[in-house]
């Protein structure tokens, strides 16, 4: 297993369009994170998913913010009339089940950066 | 609600010199989790330590050792003999213990602090 994979590394998009990433997390780890970091900032949680439930979602994740794991595996983050202070890093967790190594702790992955223009 | 400071922003030193990054915490919780990740330029966040509010042993890896005491609401983070290549980023974070079942909740991370090592 190679670690948590987001796609794409890098996009670039004007205003008013749509995005959408993608994340892969660690197999058979039930929990999934999408976190946003801005420039010289710590990454902000947005939301999280227990298999395919959404269990938390952030006061940060407006209405045009939308996330699914439809079945348990890979998620996908979508941001609908992108902003420029949508511009950010978005990165991706894992973490395994309770009662397994580790269960406490959210690896990471390398993240999308998108560029608002 | 949770918070954690780091109230360096930037830290530059030599090489071989041993530095400390600071982190408070601010929590109401009595049970929580306290981490700290490296950011090296690439970008990916790399878990270095995990406490949990019960355990108060500091702890020692090779160069690296983390102080952790209820009394203060610190976990700071020492590099003995630094090296350039702990030049990074370093983020402290907090988690509540979980509050559904199914593992690890959330992370608050600070704003974190830049360690620049020179040659």
């Known amino acids: 297993d190679t670690g948590v994979s987001q796609d794409p590394r890098h996009k670039i998009t004007k205003r008013g369009q749509n995005v959408t990433f993608r994340c892969d997390p660690i197999?058979?780890?039930?929990?999934l994170y999408w976190y946003r970091q801005t420039l010289g900032q710590g990454p902000e949680f947005l939301t999280y998913?227990?298999?395919?439930?959404?269990?938390?979602k952030s006061r940060l994740l407006s209405d045009r913010f939308s996330a699914e794991r439809p079945k348990g595996s890979f998620s996908t983050l979508e941001i609908q009339r992108t902003e420029q202070g949508d511009s950010a890093m978005y990165l991706c967790?894992?973490?395994?089940?309770?009662?397994?190594?580790?269960?406490?702790?959210?690896?990471f992955g390398p993240g999308t950066r998108l560029t608002v223009l | 609600a949770q918070k954690v400071t780091q109230a360096q922003t930037e830290i530059s030193v030599v090489e071989k010199e041993d530095v400390t990054l600071d982190c408070v915490y601010e929590?109401?919780?009595?049970?929580?989790?306290l981490f700290w990740y490296k950011q090296p330029p690439s970008g990916e966040l790399v878990f270095l330590i995990r406490?949990?509010?019960?355990?108060?042993q500091n702890e020692i890896s090779g160069r690296y050792s983390w102080n952790f005491q209820k009394s203060t609401s610190s976990f700071n983070f020492t590099i003995t003999a630094s090296q350039v290549v702990d030049s990074a980023v370093y983020f402290c974070?907090?988690?509540?213990?979980?509050?559904?079942?199914?593992?690890?909740?959330?992370?608050?991370f600070g704003k974190g602090t830049k360690l620049t090592v020179n040659p």
């Open positions: 967790a894992s973490s395994p089940s309770v009662g397994t190594s580790f269960y406490n702790e959210q690896f």
């Open positions: 197999s058979e780890h039930n929990r």
């Open positions: 998913f227990q298999n395919e439930a959404q269990l938390e």
């Open positions: 929590t109401r919780d009595t049970t929580y989790y």
């Open positions: 406490r949990n509010s019960f355990d108060e």
């Open positions: 974070a907090l988690s509540e213990a979980g509050r559904t079942q199914g593992g690890s909740e959330k992370l608050v």
